[in-house]
């Protein structure tokens, strides 16, 4: 399929300035003209969780835009991350993107990769591991759902750390174990030419053999990056101009 394959992660929709929203719509109907197909690699928004026939209605531009890219033929892959893992009926049947959690395995620009969005892999997130079982658990997820909607989005922005969350050492931290994790992946699978990850709020493009890349397409919090793959295999990291969509 002719046109750049996309890869964006950690838009915090929710957590971010309306301005970064603006841009990030603006982006979106740039894959539209020039993207064969977009990875949303986790944290797309701060917090989504459906309610049955009940969803979080801010972020409508967003749910279109992407609508329309789907309608437009564009494939549009998003994978849950620790903040949007409890996607649902909604997202795959009316806006018609492809969501999954956990380890996908997928192929990108026609090469075979492994996407994660990375939280709780490594050798970091260690308490975050136990954590991430018992959200996810069914139990977990009846009782949340219980909840009424609005009670609901109130706990989860208490507890989300997203609008406080700076740059430094942490961040750094948490880059590199998933960069350690992916070239472990990428030394025990000689078939793959991709590990993407997400989560560090760290962009980074690394060759880590010839024509074998770990991608990190950072964040929108502090960074509004991406990550392009064109025809030839070759990945290019690229900064979105925010300010002119304020």
């Not at 997203?162 to 350690?180: C, K």
């Amino acid at each position: 399929m002719p046109g750049l394959h996309y890869i964006a992660s950690d838009i915090h929709l929710g957590a971010v300035p309306d301005g970064t929203e603006h841009a990030f719509v603006a982006f979106l109907r740039h894959v539209g003209e020039r993207g064969a197909a977009l990875l949303l690699n986790g944290d797309l928004f701060d917090f989504w969780f459906e309610y049955g026939t009940v969803i979080p209605g801010r972020h409508f531009r967003v749910l279109a835009a992407l609508a329309d890219l789907v309608d437009a033929g564009i494939p549009v892959t998003l994978v849950g991350g620790n903040h949007d893992a409890w996607g649902g009926r909604f997202l795959r049947e009316e806006v018609g993107i492809t969501f999954h959690d956990g380890l996908l395995r997928t192929e990108l620009a026609g090469k075979p990769a492994l996407v994660a969005h990375g939280d709780g892999l490594g050798r970091g997130d260690l308490g975050y591991r136990v954590l991430k079982r018992i959200l996810r658990s069914r139990a977990a997820i009846l009782a949340f759902r219980a909840l009424h909607p609005e009670l609901g989005v109130r706990l989860a922005k208490a507890v989300s750390r997203t609008e406080s969350r700076e740059e430094g050492e942490a961040a750094q931290g948490r880059a590199r174990f998933l960069e350690a994790w992916a070239v472990e992946q990428l030394e025990a699978d000689p078939s793959l030419a991709w590990v993407v990850c997400g989560h560090a709020h760290v962009p980074a493009v690394r060759e880590v053999a010839p024509g074998r890349y770990y991608l990190n397409a950072g964040d929108w919090v502090h960074h509004a990056t991406y990550i392009t793959i064109d025809a030839e295999g070759t990945p290019t990291l690229h900064r979105w101009p925010v300010q002119a969509a304020r």
